[in-house]
């Protein structure tokens, strides 16, 4: 197995177990939110209409958002993870709210489903910034149909470039260069994390299929407190660096039909960014 998928899959089946407390209240309830300060769907509009359709979610986790889509009316939902104890925990809360669905143990750069056999799909800091982009963007875009559609949350690039090494929370400082941006990795920490550049970004996708949509900034609403992470001892971003600047952003694309991409101009011959 690739490194990096065994680092993430080492760290998240690890630390699983601190995410079943929030897990189970983003199950508990209907409304679709996004990020770290829980914006509203109605807000950002990020969704396509999903009645109807087929969904797949790289890098479920606990399982929630594709609860939240099948809720909504989705045709079928499966989720995907590498993860042993996170799908656990998934397993767990579709006994517990009584709303099965195919979970699928795999990583976003290699699922073992069938080509086109998706309208939609979504990753909200799953495969989004486990998987190496330059593996799982083509991965979904052969997972879908023409025309099908993929968003996904990761965080955004200015908060790469201004947090910090230690887990404390970013500032008003760039700690990092942009050039060069894609892998991360932190100390006494097997995990591996993937967040490239606009530029590189928007190349990428293009590459592998898909014509841009939309890349949406998540800002923290008015009345929020400071966020800590999910253990709740630790400060990871604070509301007023977030109404300032975007903790996170999500993107959407389309996957272009077959005329589409026989037009499109040759894939730019830039190398990766990593
Ligand atoms: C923060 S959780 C996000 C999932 C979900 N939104 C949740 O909060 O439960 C990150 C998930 O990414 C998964 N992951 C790790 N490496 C991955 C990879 N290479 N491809 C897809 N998902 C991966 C982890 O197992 C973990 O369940």
Redesign the pocket.
Known sequence: MDE??AG??AH?NTTADH?VA??RR?WSTDEVTWGTFGVPEADLGALPDVTGRDVVE????????SAWLARRGAASVVG????EG?LASARRFQAEFALPFPLVQA???AVPLRDASFDVAVS????AI???PHR?LPEAARLLRPGGELVFLGNSVVFMLCCQDDDSPPTEQMRRPQRGMGRFTWPDDPSVEFHLSHGDMVRLLRASGFEVLDLIEVYAGDDVADATLCSGEVEFVSAEWARRWPVEEIWRARKRDEVSLARTERPSRRPPPF
């Open positions: 990096s998928i993430n899959r998240w995410w929030p897990g983003s790289l890098g479920c986790g606990t399982g929630y958002l995907v993870d590498p993860t996170q990583a976003g750069e909200e800091y799953g495969a486990w998987a190496d799982w």
